[in-house]
């Protein structure tokens, strides 16, 4: 795939098995990492109707991923759609001996209190497959593993409204 075409707003089919198809979308971009949502889409084919089917779609997991994927051909391009309403996530960052909250962006720091270093994770980014996974245990096609749990777009929405007024 032309990587001058992942951009966001892009959604992919990704195979589940043999016959089925699950869908992902890029959110957001940076270099080489991508904020990408996977949806509770099912489908026997790799290709999505329609901009209100896929808006009909649950987003069942988010998290930041590279693009080897798409780039390999594994996921296919299907076509580019407004993206859904989700919230970014915020990390912890540790600097000498001090922890800060970071934006998904980068685009702002400030030093974080003890609950938001208790709560926070550290920015991390995940091989694909990872999402391809979580999609399929969501479909009940693969054992739930914790790595999972990260990708919960519940768990993401509830740590970044602590930041909405940043």
Same mark, same amino acid.
């Given at each position: &795939?032309?990587?001058?075409?992942?951009?966001?707003?892009?959604? =992919?089919? &990704?195979?589940?098995?043999?016959?089925?198809?699950?869908?992902?979308?890029?959110?957001?971009?940076?270099?080489?990492?991508?904020? &990408?949502?996977? =949806?509770?889409?099912?489908?026997?084919?790799?290709?999505?109707?329609?901009?209100?089917?896929?808006? &009909?779609?649950?987003?069942?997991?988010?998290?930041?991923?590279?693009?080897?994927?798409? #780039?390999? /051909?594994?996921?296919?391009?299907? /076509?580019?759609?407004?993206?859904?309403?989700?919230?970014?996530?915020?990390? #912890?960052?540790?600097?000498?001996?001090?922890?800060?909250?970071?934006?998904?962006?980068?685009?702002?720091?400030?030093?974080?209190?003890?609950?938001?270093?208790?709560?926070?994770?550290?920015?991390?980014? #995940?091989?694909?497959?990872?999402?391809?996974?979580?999609?399929?245990?969501?479909?009940?096609?693969?054992?739930?593993?914790? =790595?999972?749990?990260?990708?919960?777009?519940?768990?993401?929405?509830?740590?970044?409204? =602590?930041?909405?007024?940043?």
């Amino acid at each position: &795939m032309d990587i001058n075409l992942i951009e966001s707003g892009l959604v =992919f089919a &990704m195979p589940l098995d043999g016959n089925r198809f699950s869908f992902g979308q890029i959110i957001k971009t940076q270099v080489r990492i991508h904020y &990408m949502a996977g =949806f509770d889409l099912l489908k026997s084919e790799p290709w999505i109707d329609s901009s209100e089917e896929l808006a &009909m779609a649950q987003v069942v997991a988010l998290g930041d991923f590279f693009d080897i994927l798409l #780039k390999l /051909g594994r996921w296919q391009p299907v /076509g580019t759609f407004e993206c859904p309403p989700v919230s970014l996530p915020f990390f #912890k960052v540790k600097i000498g001996e001090d922890y800060f909250v970071e934006s998904w962006d980068r685009s702002w720091t400030r030093v974080a209190t003890e609950e938001e270093v208790r709560i926070l994770g550290f920015r991390s980014h #995940k091989a694909p497959i990872i999402l391809e996974n979580a999609i399929k245990w969501h479909f009940n096609l693969e054992p739930h593993h914790v =790595f999972f749990d990260s990708l919960s777009p519940v768990r993401i929405h509830e740590i970044s409204r =602590f930041f909405s007024h940043e």
